[in-house]
Nanobody, 125 residues
Framework: EVQLQASGGGLVQAGGSLRLSCTAS????????FGWIRQAPGKEREAVSY????????YHADSVKGRFAITSDNAKNTVYLQMNDLKAEDTAVYYCTGRFGSALHYFLGFDMDYWGKGTQVTVSS
């Protein structure tokens, strides 16, 4: 059974940091691309950060460049999103997603095969 389990959300003050984790199971980790998509109330979904495991190529939305970093630990089948200098506008439910192969195009279109349960990130100003 394919699963993506996300964790690490919480409440933090503006300027603070959080690290989200997403552990994958049920498929060959290195064959996939993984990304974080966020959804805030009243706002459109946003494809935040993406990593292709086979070559560690990454993508970050302009809104988070320089503040967020996405990495992976292949031994643990886990993708991390390190979020620094958090702002109130980062408040959202963050979803870990995955898709086989070179998936950036699909990630940007929110067309990912697998979605984990969301984890809430709340940034107080």
């Amino acid at each position: 059974e394919v699963q993506l389990q996300a964790s690490g959300g919480g409440l933090v003050q503006a300027g603070g940091s959080l690290r989200l984790s997403c552990t994958a199971s049920g498929f060959v980790f290195r064959d996939y691309g993984f990304g974080w998509i966020r959804q805030a109330p009243g706002k459109e979904r946003e494809a935040v950060s993406y990593i292709r495991i086979v070559d560690d190529s990454v993508y970050h939305a302009d809104s988070v460049k320089g503040r967020f970093a996405i990495t992976s630990d292949n031994a643990k089948n886990t993708v991390y999103l390190q979020m620094n200098d958090l702002k109130a506008e980062d408040t959202a439910v963050y979803y870990c997603t995955g898709r086989f192969g070179s998936a950036l195009h699909y990630f940007l279109g929110f067309d990912m095969d697998y979605w984990g349960k969301g984890t809430q990130v709340t940034v107080s100003s």
